[in-house]
């Protein structure tokens, strides 16, 4: 069949709207056709050339919802019309990692994941007989895709797709963090760096644990708004009080440091604070930003001899079958907002704008309707 989709043809170059060639479901994948899909900072991260498993021509996006419209043999776990949200990170239920208990890192397909492939090794994607690679097993920005059964979160019906589409990254991501990573108790002191898509989902589920200080910072002066609304407590602005200030102020506010902090920057600098600023003995700091291939974090071993934590997080720690469907439960019983974050919506043909209003720090979350 034909799908309409924004191919990345090269590193730092505007997506390009073409037909496309795809390939129908083979045995255990599905045919899903996207109705809603996120722009995360790792489709810029991506595009931008930072990605050490960045492959073009390929198909980016990675927040996607949409309807099942056709199964390949033996699958048995979803159906045509079922509504589902594609999954970077898939759970098989099977693999070492699954069967552990200790990780959501499903590892069955990771591989062929990270070259662009389906399972088998192969596209199903093409243009003019040339192979387009899919990104990160989901490939979003066409119309349709063909997705691994193993990778697909069945969903209630009534859901709306241009809202829970988010839940596909990055409202999972941090509100999974807080919840399944870090385990925030009631009364703790939260620090996020970051106030973007990642970061306010880290805010808002801080406050539904019931933690205490939730102290936010970032160098765009304007996040500070909505992150207040969100929870925040406290605002520190790097570029307002110097760099080097901004440890000493959070140890000021939490009064010794952070029990929990969250790196939603992916820059290595600040992930060096996040660990700095947590509480001698016991603070862990949680990386969830994505650095730039080549980049290495630093500090002195004594903050972790001195019982520091460092600790990352993928997904939110969520084991994507079985909690997205009930993140899903949560926005639509109103425990958290996706809505206000939503900041801009577009039809396919603007989504180089999704990235332009991303790198001028004017949006939170654009979405693409198809
Ligand atoms: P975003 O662009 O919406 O937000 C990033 C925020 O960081 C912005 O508000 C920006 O002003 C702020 N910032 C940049 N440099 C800063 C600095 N030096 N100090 C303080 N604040 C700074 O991006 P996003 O979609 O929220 O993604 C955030 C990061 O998380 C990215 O690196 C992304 O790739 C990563 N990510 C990781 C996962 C995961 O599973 N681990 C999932 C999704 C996204
Ligand atoms: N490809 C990069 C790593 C990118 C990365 O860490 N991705 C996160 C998800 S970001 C979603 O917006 C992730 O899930 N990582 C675990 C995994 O298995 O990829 C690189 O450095 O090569
Ligand atoms: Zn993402």
Redesign the pocket.
């Known amino acids: 069949m034909k799908t309409r989709a924004a191919l990345a043809f090269a590193p730092n170059k505007p997506l390009e709207i073409h037909e496309v060639d795809l390939e129908g479901p083979r045995a255990g994948e599905v045919l899903v056709e996207i109705m809603a899909t996120g722009v995360?900072?790792?489709d810029s991260?991506t595009l931008d050339g930072k990605d050490s498993e960045g492959i073009f021509p390929s198909i980016l996006g990675h927040e996607g919802a949409g309807i099942v419209r056709e199964v390949g043999e033996g699958v048995t776990s979803v159906k045509p019309g079922d509504h589902v949200i594609p999954l970077y990170t898939p759970e098989c239920r099977q693999c070492k990692s699954c069967l552990s208990q200790k990780t959501n890192l499903c590892t069955s397909i990771r591989s062929t994941q990270g070259q662009g492939l389906m399972p088998d090794g192969t596209s199903r994607f093409s243009l003019n007989g040339e192979k387009i690679h899919h990104y990160m097993g989901c490939s979003t920005f066409s119309n349709f895709t063909v997705m691994p059964e193993i990778a697909l979160a069945k969903i209630r019906e009534d859901a709306p797709f241009d809202k829970v589409c988010y839940i596909g990254?990055?409202v999972t991501?941090g509100v999974g963090a807080v919840i399944f990573t870090a385990g925030v108790e009631p009364g703790a002191n939260v620090a996020v760096?970051?106030?973007?898509?990642?970061?306010l989902n880290v805010i808002q589920a801080a406050r539904m644990v019931g933690a205490d200080k939730i102290i936010g910072?970032?160098?765009?002066p304007s996040?500070r708004a909505h992150a207040e609304k969100f929870g925040m407590t406290d605002f520190i602005n790097?570029n307002e009080i110097g760099m080097d200030k901004v440890v000493e102020a959070i140890l000021d506010i939490s009064g010794g440091g952070a029990d929990y902090s969250f790196d939603?920057?992916?820059?290595v600098?600040?992930m060096r604070q996040a660990l700095e600023c947590c509480h001698r003995g016991w603070g862990e700091s949680i990386i969830?930003?994505?650095?730039e291939a080549g980049q290495e974090i630093s500090t002195r071993p004594f903050q972790l001899v001195t019982g520091r934590v460092w600790k990352?997080?993928?997904?939110?720690g969520a084991r994507g079958r079985t909690d997205v469907p009930k993140i899903v439960d949560w926005y639509m019983d109103g425990k958290i907002d996706i809505d206000s974050l939503i900041t801009h919506k577009m039809p396919l043909d603007d989504i180089n704008t999704a990235f332009d209003l991303?790198h001028a720090?004017e949006s939170?979350?654009s979405v693409v309707e198809f």
Request: proline share 3%; charged share 10%; aromatic share 8%.
């Open positions: 995360c900072h790792t991260y990254c990055g991501t760096f970051g106030l973007g898509g990642i970061g910072i970032d160098i765009t996040k790097p939603c920057t992916g820059n600098n600040v969830i930003g994505v650095a990352g997080s993928a997904f939110g991303m720090g939170i979350r």
